[in-house]
């Protein structure tokens, strides 16, 4: 189990959106993680905007953290952010920095469409930044890909390709609605569909080829679209992300064509 840990986290660990962001400005997601149906810890998303960087981007950042007894067993800590560009909606850059006792991870990955390629480097080490080709399509990080299905139309049966970074290699992954399910979550009740990426166009590697599966349960009964539930199972245990609270989206600012609008109960004002 101790050895699990950290990767569990790190599955679990999403930036965010693509080309129609999976979270928008002043969204917060909060997850509780358990693992044997005992808590194991926390993951938080959060969205901001900042539209005085030129060009205008967005920012998630994700916390993670064990807590409780799993804290005792394995201190983990770990944050990560994504650059999203907020006129086209793709990936910028990505950073992920993890403390596991007293080891640290960092790294950060660049991506350049027009070169079909990304630069990954690792900062604070000797090694020198290398390029990784970069397959057709708008990469992002498991969880987040399992987000951004929040805009997709899919029912049981049917299925979608989606590109997927884990740290410096992509997979190309099939994502497969498998079907309808009803959730109980501390938010309430939710009906939902339920979804699975598979490795169905390369050989499966990875958590993919050792037998893990990954799930997703997205809300399907109301506007918000929300992931109410992750799940990773080993072949040695399941571990489950729930969501416990959420902050919805920063109201869009005032323009100046409804600042303007005549009242309509007083054409003269």
Known sequence: ??????????????PAAAARPALKDGEVLTFKVSWAGLGAGEIKISANAEPEITPPRLRVTTTTA???????????????ESLFDADTGRLKSL???????????????????????????????????????????DPLDLITQLVQTRDWDLQPGEKRDALVLFND?????TIHAARYEDVRTPLGEF????????????????MFKKGSTVRVWIARDDTRRLPVKFEVEFKIGTGVATLIQYQPPAPAPATAATQTQPDAKNPRS
């Open 1 to 14: 189990m101790r050895s699990l840990l950290p990767f569990l986290f790190l599955a679990l660990l999403p």
């Open 66 to 80: 064990t807590k409780g007894l799993a804290r005792l067993l394995l201190a983990f800590d770990a944050k990560a």
């Open 191 to 206: 009906k939902t569909l339920v979804l699975e990426p598979r490795m169905d166009k390369t050989p499966p590697k990875g």
């Open 95 to 137: 950073t992920e920095w993890s403390k596991q006792r007293n080891k640290v991870s960092e790294h950060a990955v660049a991506f350049d469409y027009q070169a079909a390629h990304a630069v990954y480097t690792r900062p604070g080490s000797s090694d020198q930044p290398r390029q990784i080709a970069m397959p057709a399509g």
């Open 169 to 173: 290699d992509f997979y190309e992954l």
